[in-house]
T-cell receptor, first 116, second 112 residues
C-alpha cells in the first residue's frame, strides 16, 4: 500500500514552453501533497505544499506564478513549470500523506526535467 | 523542527549490520525521528520512524537513546541494494505540521 506515482518520469522540452507533471496517490486519499526539487548532488528542497481544494503554500524563494500547483482531487496534484528555462532542469519529486492516517509521507519516483 | 547531524558517508561490508548514527540534540518532546533513504535517481523511500521507544520493522531497526538526543538506524544484514543516501529527519508530531526538511544525509556504500 501507500503507492505514489508520477507522470511523466522523464521530459525534455524547449526553453519557453510549459511542462505539467502529475502526482497521483494510487491506493489512498491525500488531502495534502508536497512538491520537492532536487539538483544534482544536492538534497531535496521543499517547493510547496499542495492542499486539496485550496491554494498551495509556497516556500520562500519559490515563484508561485512560475510553478503552478493544482490539487483538484484527493488523489491528484499537478505541478506546471511555466515558461521553463535551462535553470529549471531538475529532478522533481512529489510526496503524499494519507488522509486520516499517520503523518508518514510517501514519495513518488520523481520526474527528470531537462530544458534545452 | 530540530536539526539533525549525520556523517556524510559510511561503508559497510555486504552481509554485515550497517549502523547509521544521527544526532538530534535539540529534539523536543513531541518530535518524531523519521528515516528515509534515496537510491540514485529515485524518490525517497520511507524506512521507519519512532518517538522514544525502539522500533523494528521488516526493513530496519531504530534505536533511540533514552535522552532522545541521538538515534541509530540498523540494517541487520546489508545487501548491495541497500547502497543509498539515508536521511534522518526530525519532525513535529502535531497534526498539520507535516513538512519534511531534508539535510545532506549519509551516503551508505555496501561493498561486496
Amino acid at each position: 500500500g501507500a503507492v505514489v506515482s508520477q507522470h511523466p518520469s522523464r521530459v525534455i522540452c524547449k526553453s519557453g514552453t510549459s511542462v505539467k507533471i502529475e502526482c497521483r496517490s494510487l491506493d489512498f486519499q491525500a488531502t495534502t501533497m508536497f512538491w520537492y526539487r532536487q539538483f544534482p548532488k544536492q538534497s531535496l528542497m521543499l517547493m510547496a505544499t499542495s492542499n486539496e481544494g485550496s491554494k498551495a503554500t509556497y516556500e520562500q524563494g519559490v515563484e508561485k506564478d512560475k510553478f503552478l500547483i493544482n490539487h483538484a482531487s484527493l488523489t491528484l496534484s499537478t505541478l506546471t513549470v511555466t515558461s521553463a528555462h535551462p535553470e529549471d532542469s531538475s529532478f522533481y519529486i512529489c510526496s503524499a500523506n494519507p488522509s486520516g492516517g499517520t503523518d508518514t509521507q510517501y514519495f513518488g519516483p520523481g520526474t527528470r526535467l531537462t530544458v534545452l | 523542527d530540530a536539526k539533525t547531524t549525520q556523517p556524510p558517508s559510511m561503508d559497510c561490508a555486504e552481509g554485515r549490520a550497517a549502523n547509521l548514527p544521527c544526532n538530534h540534540s535539540t529534539i523536543s518532546g513531541n518530535e518524531y525521528v523519521y528515516w528515509y533513504r534515496q537510491i540514485h535517481s529515485q524518490g525517497p523511500q520511507y524506512i521507519i520512524h519512532g518517538l522514544k521507544n525502539n522500533e523494528t520493522n521488516e526493513m530496519a531497526s531504530l534505536i533511540i537513546t533514552e535522552d532522545r538526543k541521538s538515534s541509530t538506524l540498523i540494517l541487520p544484514h546489508a545487501t548491495l541494494r541497500d547502497t543509498a543516501v539515508y536521511y534522518c529527519i526530525v519532525r513535529s508530531g502535531i497534526q498539520g505540521a507535516q513538512k519534511l526538511v531534508f539535510g545532506q544525509g549519509t551516503r551508505l556504500t555496501i561493498n561486496p
